[in-house]
């Protein structure tokens, strides 16, 4: 074909149009896109894939290994917890290590199955910020809940008591009896664990 085959047949002022398709590397790019979608959409909403606010926590989580060194004799007192509550970031970091480390007991939602509910008022241990920090930390003589010292260092500890603080009074359903002394919990508004921020490239 010639271009004056493809020439449209309308005209506008004196101003012809021509149909050129698509160059062929261009449309290849375009399908091949279209099919690349739809894997990634498989592995990141279907299959195994992590959800984007699970990689933000990985992420989060590394950054808090890389500073571990820094804090290594950070001084953990009720207040620093208290401020960690607040941090959504540290949070949705401390999320991730409570669903590798801590559900397999706890649940991810906390509630409890074989073991204490952490999302009630009631605590076996003490329900303030440093109580649990110290349980976690120490762990409990004769039971399951070990001493976390070695395996999570002070500052995921301290950041863990944290993530336990915002759990505190949520009583999520279907979670196990309460134990223990019910703690007038002194709630410090705990973040919305969301998505990472706008502009978080996956
Ligand atoms: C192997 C099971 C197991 C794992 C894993 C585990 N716990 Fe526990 N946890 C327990 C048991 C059992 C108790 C109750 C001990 C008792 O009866 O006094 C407990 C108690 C607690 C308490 C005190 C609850 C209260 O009422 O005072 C806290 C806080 C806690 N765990 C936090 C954690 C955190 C945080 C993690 C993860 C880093 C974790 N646990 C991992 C079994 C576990």
Redesign the pocket.
Known sequence: MSDQDRLLDHEYDGIQEFDNPLPGWWVYVFWASIIYSGFYWMYYEVGIGPTVHEEYGMEAVAVMDLLAEKYADLEVTEQAIAEKMADSTFMNGMST??KK??A???HTSGRGDA??N?TDD??????DLMQ?YT??RDG?AG???KS?QAE?GPLKMLG?AAY?GTLRGKNVNGGRAP??IKYDIKIIKPPEITAPPAGTKK
């Not at 009631?122 to 329900?127: A, E, L, Y």
């Open positions: 290590i409570f480390k801590c397999t007991c706890h073991c204490p952490l009631f605590w076996v241990h003490g329900g649990i349980t976690i409990v039971k399951e809940m976390w999570l863990m336990v134990e223990g």
